[in-house]
């Protein structure tokens, strides 16, 4: 896992109201089996997880609340190039 956020972009993340999300996880152990099993379940036509109790999908209510990340703002797009 990577360190905190350099300083010189903290004022930023501060400003976005986007602090917190830079440092959740850091005190969270990942259960590497459990991401590994979400991994080959998940489908990425539907955008779900195929369980056996049925079809289950992350909302973004749910992010929201387990990551406690303010949703009452104004959308901030942008479009990303990946390196891939």
Same mark, same amino acid.
């Given at each position: 896992?990577?360190? /905190?956020?350099?300083?010189?972009?903290?004022?930023?993340?501060?400003?976005?109201?986007? *602090?917190?999300?830079?440092?959740?996880?850091?005190?969270? #152990?990942?259960?590497? #089996?459990?991401?590994?099993?979400?991994? #080959?379940? *998940?489908? /990425? #036509?539907?955008?779900?997880?195929?369980?056996?109790?049925?079809?289950?999908?992350?909302?973004?209510?749910?992010? &929201?609340?387990?990551?406690?990340? /303010?949703?009452?703002?104004?959308?901030?797009?942008?479009?990303? &190039?990946?390196?891939?």
């Amino acid at each position: 896992m990577s360190g /905190p956020p350099l300083p010189l972009i903290e004022n930023y993340l501060r400003e976005a109201s986007f *602090w917190h999300v830079a440092n959740i996880g850091r005190r969270c #152990k990942l259960d590497l #089996k459990l991401i590994s099993a979400f991994i #080959k379940r *998940w489908r /990425p #036509k539907t955008h779900t997880f195929h369980l056996l109790c049925g079809e289950c999908t992350i909302t973004l209510e749910d992010v &929201q609340l387990q990551l406690g990340l /303010p949703v009452d703002r104004s959308v901030l797009t942008r479009s990303a &190039q990946s390196a891939d």
